[in-house]
Structures are given as C-alpha cells and as structure tokens.
C-alpha cells in the first residue's frame, strides 16, 4: 500500500480513487473504518471513504484518526486527506481540525492545502478559491445548507479552524514548477506555518504540486491535487508500469438499474432508458409505504430479471418532490424513498441480479448499506467521475455503479452495461 487517503465523503472519495486509477495505481474504496484485525487489500492505493464532512468534529477527528492507524499498520508510505474541492467546512470545521490531528499523529508539523480541480473549474488564485469562474462566496456556495462558504480567501477561511499558523505558496512561485514549489514549502515550514495553501489554476500546476510534495507524510486536497502522486511512486521505483490498473475480475449475472436521485440529468437519463429498456416509476405519493413500494417494484421485476438491464425509478420531477415533502417533510420524504429503493435493490441481488447501476449520492448511499457494501475495487469509468467497481462485504460480491445525481450522459443506463460487454 503506497498511499493511504481519508475522505471526509463517499463519492469524493470514489473521484479520489478514479483519479488514482488513471494515473496508473491499482485502488480500493473502503466504507468506513475497517475493524483492526482486517488485512490491507492488494492495491497500490486505498481510499477509506468516511461521512465526517459535516459530522460534529469530535466525530470526524477521532473517525479520521481511526483511519489513519488502520492505514498506518498497512504499511503506507503517504497520507492524503481528501476534502471537497469547494473546501466545504464551517468555521469549527472539519477541514482544520481534522488535518490538525493528522498532521499532530504524522508528526510532520507541516502540510499543503490544494483543493484545486481545474477540470471541474476550481482554481486557486492568491489563495482565493474560484468555482465555475467565481468567487467561492459568489458561485452558489454561500447558499449550501451544511456548509455556506462566504468567504473565498483560503488562508483566512482554514486560519479560523485551526490554531497552527497559514502560508500561502502564490501562483509566481507554483508557475515556476515544482523546484520552486518544494522550496517555499520548506521556507514556510521553517518559518513555523503548518499549512500552505497552494495557487493552482491549470493541471500542470497540479502535476508539479505533486511532484514538490513527494517526500511529504500527509498531503491535504481535492482529488486534483492527487494527480501527480503516481509518477511519484513511480520515480522512486516503488509503483511498476501496470498494464491495467482498472482491472476487474469478470463477474456474470442479470443487470439492473435503481434510481433515486431527481437531478436534471438523471431525468433524461431515465427519459432515454424508456425507450430502450423497461421502466417501473415507483409513486411514493399514492403509496407513502417503503415495504408497499418495495413489493410493487419487486413483484414488477420478477419476469424480467436477465441479461438485459431493467430500470426502477423513485426519481421525479421538482413539483412531485416537493409535494411529497410538504406532506411528510423533506428528511422522513427522503427517507422514505431511499429506504425503498435500498430494499428493491436488496430484492433484486436475492433474484440473482449482480450488475448494478445506482443514480444517487444518497442513494447510493443507502444502497451500498443495505447491500453490506464494505470495500470497491475500482474500474474503468464509464464516463468521466463513474466507474464500474468490483464490490465485497457481507453479501455476494457485485458489480456496482454509484452514479452522483448529474453525472453521465443521455444514454448512461445503457452505456454502463454496454462497456461491461465489450470488456474480454
Ligand atoms: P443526487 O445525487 O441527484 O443529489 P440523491 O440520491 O443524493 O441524488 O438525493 C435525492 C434524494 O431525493 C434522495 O434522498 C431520494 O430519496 C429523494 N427522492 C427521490 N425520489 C423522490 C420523490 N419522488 N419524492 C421525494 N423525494 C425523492
């Protein structure tokens, strides 16, 4: 195990591994802390994924923590904390308490801060964080429900959550490449700041952090700043050439796909999948009864479980939603969607259904849970921010697709078992 990351969210830390497997490291998603006695998988990378973005800090400090020694006994060399690469944190945390506690059991008294991901339009500039082309505090962020981001200037935002001291390594410095980087570092070090936020606007920015980061314990960021880590690994001799790293063992089985996200692009993912597939649309406002919904969709699906993928949708439109909500509420509403949709797809692995795509960060979420999900070896996307992962835990092992709601295109439902096909 080369390199070993703790991140604060479930498909953050799926970006994170997809990020690794491109650049050429076999890499593993683990949900949640594994119990101490359990063996490190065979990668190059790991990914323990945690829900400690917005969980109180005492939670997310000692959750991370805990990580860390289980990633520790493995043997790693390097340390990632994966955040969001819109800094999501509030003023007590978690983004610098959590890092403060790494950075303290690492006993490396220093760490670079870089959520920058200029493929997704996050840019770090004089310290300031823009997403979309905007200030952080002017791009929609500072209306988050969990965590409003009304100020863009990182060093100040990371300086009320942490009583270490912030530097900043500027752009002039980061453009000069990563000899420049690596010196300001250690400048910044020695003249006490524990953390340095560093500029990066475009991936070459992102490729010399890394390469100036390679002797550091613990790097902290965005998946982009993991860019450049592999051919790290790889100069050092330690990580060979993989001819596939998104390898995954070949698993048969009837193919099926659940939905619960309501994004935009989700609805004409399943708008595109009606014509081609069979569709069943689970109506949770003539039927507000998780189990009812399960059976309807089960019963639904029991002639047509197969090869060729079948689609049950909770999703609908903004109207349909929000009427649900106002009778029931917005959480016990989405509680009671994403407790079907787990138990549906619990019912369709009991029918022997073994390829499955799941449209919904929640839901995918909740899905996973049900499934007894504990550990993704992860594949080849199937389009940019989804792969296919090999899944293992409590139950029979599975293909799955964890699709975040706006991710994919059109015809994505049908696209993701195509590419399982056309694999050898
Ligand atoms: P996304 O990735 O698009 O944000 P999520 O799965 O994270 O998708 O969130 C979608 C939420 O909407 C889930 O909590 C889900 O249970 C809920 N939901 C899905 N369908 C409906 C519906 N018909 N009415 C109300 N809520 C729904």
């Avoid at 912030?166 to 490449?177: E, P």
């Avoid at 250690?186 to 500029?199: F, M, N, P, S």
């Avoid at 992102?206 to 880590?229: K, N, P």
Wanted: with cysteine; hydrophobic share 45%; proline share 5%.
């Amino acid at each position: 195990m080369l390199l070993g990351a703790i991140a604060d969210d479930f498909t953050g830390a799926t970006d994170l591994c997809s990020m690794l497997v491109r650049g050429g490291m076999r890499t593993v998603q683990l949900i949640g802390v594994p119990p101490r006695d359990q063996a490190p998988p065979d990668a190059d990378a790991v990914v323990v994924a945690l829900k400690s973005r917005t969980a109180p800090v005492r939670q997310a400090v000692d959750d991370s923590l805990a990580a860390l020694k289980w990633l520790q006994a493995g043997g790693t060399r390097q340390y990632f904390f994966k955040y969001c690469s819109t800094f999501d944190s509030t003023e007590q945390g978690n983004i610098g308490p959590v890092a403060d506690a790494l950075v303290d059991a690492l006993g490396c008294g220093f760490a670079l801060a870089c959520p920058a991901f200029p493929t997704n339009a996050r840019t770090v500039y004089q310290g300031y964080l823009f997403a979309g082309g905007n200030l952080l505090n002017e791009s929609g962020m500072e209306h988050h429900p969990l965590t409003p981001m009304t100020d863009a200037n990182l060093v100040r935002v990371l300086s009320r959550q942490t009583e270490g001291a912030v530097g900043l390594v500027n752009f002039a410095t980061v453009d000069r490449g990563a000899h420049a980087i690596r010196d300001a570092m250690t400048r910044l070090k020695e003249q006490g700041r524990r953390y340095a936020i560093v500029d990066a606007i475009t991936d070459a920015h992102l490729l010399a952090i890394g390469e100036a980061a390679a002797s550091h314990a613990l790097i902290t960021g965005g998946s982009g700043v993991a860019m450049g880590l592999p051919e790290n690994f790889r100069r050092a001799g330690v990580l060979p050439v993989r001819d596939d790293p998104a390898a995954l063992p070949r698993l048969e089985g009837a193919c099926a796909v659940v939905a619960g996200s309501c994004s935009r692009t989700t609805l004409a993912q399943l708008g595109y999948a009606r014509n081609h597939v069979p569709v069943f649309d689970l109506d949770p406002l003539e039927t507000p009864d998780a189990a009812a919904l399960t059976d309807a969709a089960l019963a639904w699906s029991s002639d047509k479980i197969g090869s060729k993928p079948l689609v049950i949708a909770a999703s609908a439109s903004p109207e349909k939603v929000a009427l649900l909500q106002s009778r029931l509420g917005r959480d016990q509403a989405g509680a009671l969607v994403e407790d079907a949709v787990a138990g549906i797809a619990a019912g369709l692995v009991e029918r022997g259904v073994r390829r499955l795509v799941v449209a919904g960060g929640e839901t995918s979420g909740a899905v996973a849970g049900r499934l007894g999900v504990r550990s993704l070896r992860i594949g080849g996307e199937i389009d940019p921010g989804v792969p296919w992962t090999y899944a293992s835990g409590s139950g029979p092992e599975l293909m799955l697709a964890l699709k975040s709601g706006n991710f994919g295109a059109t015809d994505f439902f049908l696209k993701a078992f195509r590419v399982l096909e056309a694999e050898p």
